[in-house]
Structures are given as structure tokens and as C-alpha cells.
């Protein structure tokens, strides 16, 4: 259980921005796509929009057929809603310490990096809270369709 927490984490909590990066087969780009589709609109596959569950925490910066970019912000002691991610890239603006709550009544803290960047599939529900002393801003890029 330890692995799906933290990867509820990472996944909340990095971004991975791949402007201008091209891969070297459409193996990696047929991966993503399949990704996303197993997510989207499948059976089973619980779908709580942060923005609209913590509205005080997430604001979409900008939203097209293809993407929803989201600005997340947590100030210390604060936490936000139960909530999922769709698959997302994650860019870590301003970093500090969480503690994570998962559905299943587990937690995990750790130590959120300024400057990480990572990507991750549907995030299964949980909630966040700052437990540091700094504010938190996280820019999720999260994928509708890539078609």
C-alpha cells in the first residue's frame, strides 16, 4: 500500500514539462495515449475535479480541447478537498512538507522538492495537507485528449 501512496503523492505533486522534446518512437507516444484512454470515462475510475472541490486551492490557468493546466497552491496548515487527477505532467513552483490522505485511511508525509517534475496516470482519491512551513505551488498539466 505504501507504493500506491506514494504515488498518489508524486502524482499530485510533480510536473514534467516535454516542450519541445521529441521522442525517439511513437511506442512512448502510443503509451500516453493509451493511458489516457483506459481513464477517461471508464467504469470504476472515480473522477473528483480538484478545481471544482477545492476551489480555494486550484485555479485553471488555461483550458483548450487538448489540455487543462491548473495552478495548485497549499499555504502551511491548510488542506484541501478529496479529489482525483486525470492523467497529468507536474511541476513543483514552490516546495515544502505534506502529509497525504488516501480513501483507504492511510497517510504518508514527505518533502515535496522545488523543481521536481514528473508525469502520472489517474490518481486515485485523496486529500492534501501543508504540514511545513512554506507555501506550496504545484502546476499540474492535465491531459483531456490527445486526439
Not at 480513501?103 to 492534501?128: L, M, N
Request: with cysteine.
Amino acid at each position: 500500500m505504501k507504493p500506491l501512496i506514494l504515488f498518489a503523492l508524486l502524482s499530485v505533486l510533480f510536473y514534467s514539462c516535454n516542450r519541445g522534446i521529441k521522442t525517439s518512437a511513437n511506442k512512448k507516444d502510443n503509451s500516453t495515449k493509451n493511458l489516457v484512454a483506459a481513464t477517461q470515462n471508464k467504469p470504476g475510475i472515480i473522477s473528483i475535479d480538484i478545481v471544482q472541490s477545492s476551489p480555494d486551492q486550484a485555479k485553471v490557468l488555461n483550458e483548450n480541447q487538448y489540455v487543462r493546466v491548473v495552478e495548485y497552491t497549499l499555504n502551511p496548515g491548510e488542506k484541501d478537498i478529496w479529489h482525483t487527477h486525470p492523467p497529468r505532467s507536474s511541476y513543483v513552483v514552490s516546495g515544502g512538507k505534506v502529509q497525504v490522505f488516501t480513501d483507504k485511511g492511510q497517510s504518508s508525509v514527505s518533502e515535496i522538492k522545488t523543481g521536481g517534475a514528473s508525469w502520472a496516470g489517474h490518481g486515485a482519491r485523496h486529500y492534501v495537507q501543508n504540514i511545513g512551513d512554506t507555501k506550496i505551488k504545484i502546476i499540474l498539466t492535465e491531459i483531456k485528449s490527445l486526439q
